[in-house]
């Protein structure tokens, strides 16, 4: 069964420097691999996904993540934070067949300072 | 355009009281999800129906059931509430039969307390 671990439960950054959430799974069939946003006191946006081609996947407000198989990770990035970045994130995995669901992390709340 | 409805938003109960959370989606789609949510834990999936007619367990099923009423349609009940089902429960939809390449789209929650 597949599962992810995300490493981290908070971070804290400063407004403008970089932003990397670390996410790790666990798989036994290439997994298709998700980024959820979370605001408060609101449902989940999907920031990117990856399912098939290039390991670098651009989302949505500068985000980016890249799936590395040798590594199982697939971590989120964004050059230069923002106050509006500051959210819980959750990453999450697939199997991809048919009638199968996704599974969640924990989540990691991020903090932007000024 | 509405998207993932879920009702009630707020919701305490006393323990052993029945209750059903509503949801539906107005985006024909084939799957819907109920999650819920715990400080520290994530989402968790309860139940999941992959199409009209098919529902299957989650990871954390147990006092739960749920029922595809339709396409549009999927409800979750709470037979006798506990305490540890004090949460944040959030419905779920994805156009395809597994979240392939499909996003799920989330309604805005409801949040449980069982007393």
């Known amino acids: ?114 | 355009n509405a998207g993932v409805t879920q009702t009630p938003k707020f919701q305490v109960l006393k323990t052993g009281q029945s209750m059903t959370l509503q949801c539906a989606q107005d985006m024909n789609h084939n799957s819907m999800y109920w999650y819920r949510q715990d400080p520290g834990m994530g989402l968790r999936l309860i139940y999941y129906s992959a199409s009209e007619g098919t529902t299957d367990k989650g990871e954390v099923p147990n006092g739960y059931n749920v029922s595809r009423l339709n396409k549009r349609e999927f409800s979750l009940r709470l037979e006798s509430a506990a305490p540890s089902q004090t949460s944040v429960y959030f419905c779920a939809s994805s156009g395809s039969r597994a979240p392939t390449n499909e996003k799920l789209f989330f309604g805005s929650g409801t949040q449980l307390s069982v007393l």
């Open chain 1, 1 to 114: 069964a597949q599962s992810v671990t995300q490493l981290g439960s908070h971070v804290s950054v400063s407004e403008g420097a970089l932003v990397l959430l670390r996410c790790n799974y666990s798989s036994s069939v290439p997994p298709y691999l998700f980024w959820y946003v979370q605001y408060p006191n609101q449902g989940l946006q999907l920031l990117l996904k990856y399912t098939t081609g290039a390991t670098l996947v651009k989302g949505i407000n500068g985000f980016e993540a890249e799936f590395k198989k040798s590594e199982t990770s697939f971590h989120l990035t964004k050059p230069s934070a923002h106050m509006s970045d500051a959210a819980e994130y959750f990453c999450a995995v697939s199997e991809g067949q048919a009638g199968t669901a996704l599974i969640f992390g924990k989540g990691t709340t991020l903090s932007v300072s000024s």
